[in-house]
Nanobody, 124 residues
Framework: QVQLVESGGGLVQAGGSLRLSCAASGLTFSSYNMGWFRQAPGKEREFITTISWNGGRTSYADSVRGRFTISRDNAKNMLYLQMNSLKPEDTAVYYC?????????????????WGQGTQVTVSS
């Protein structure tokens, strides 16, 4: 079955950096657009960034543009999120998700597969 497993979350001070990873299995990873979302307590799931199947196109939420970078390694079935200049408001559970190829989407309902999430906590 399809599995997306996030890792790399943790506790970091404001201004610090973290790199999240998402290991994919059970699907033809190179055929899927991939995205990162996050959800803070009491809030809706929020789009962060997405990358096309071949890595040629990316899109970012305004809240993270210039601080976060999405990348992928299709040979390793891996998705990454480099997060720099972290802020307390970045605290959330971070999820990776897979979307069948097409227009890059910011809408969670267009993503077919989801990971279980990894907690990121940024202290002030």
């Amino acid at each position: 079955q399809v599995q997306l497993v996030e890792s790399g979350g943790g506790l970091v001070q404001a201004g610090g950096s973290l790199r999240l990873s998402c290991a994919a299995s059970g699907l033809t990873f190179s055929s899927y657009n991939m995205g990162w979302f996050r959800q803070a307590p009491g809030k809706e799931r929020e789009f962060i960034t997405t990358i096309s199947w071949n890595g040629g196109r990316t899109s970012y939420a305004d809240s993270v543009r210039g601080r976060f970078t999405i990348s992928r390694d299709n040979a390793k079935n891996m998705l990454y999120l480099q997060m720099n200049s972290l802020k307390p408001e970045d605290t959330a559970v971070y999820y990776c998700a897979a979307q069948q190829p097409g227009v890059l989407s910011t809408r969670p309902e267009t993503y077919t597969y989801w990971g279980q999430g990894t907690q990121v906590t940024v202290s002030s």
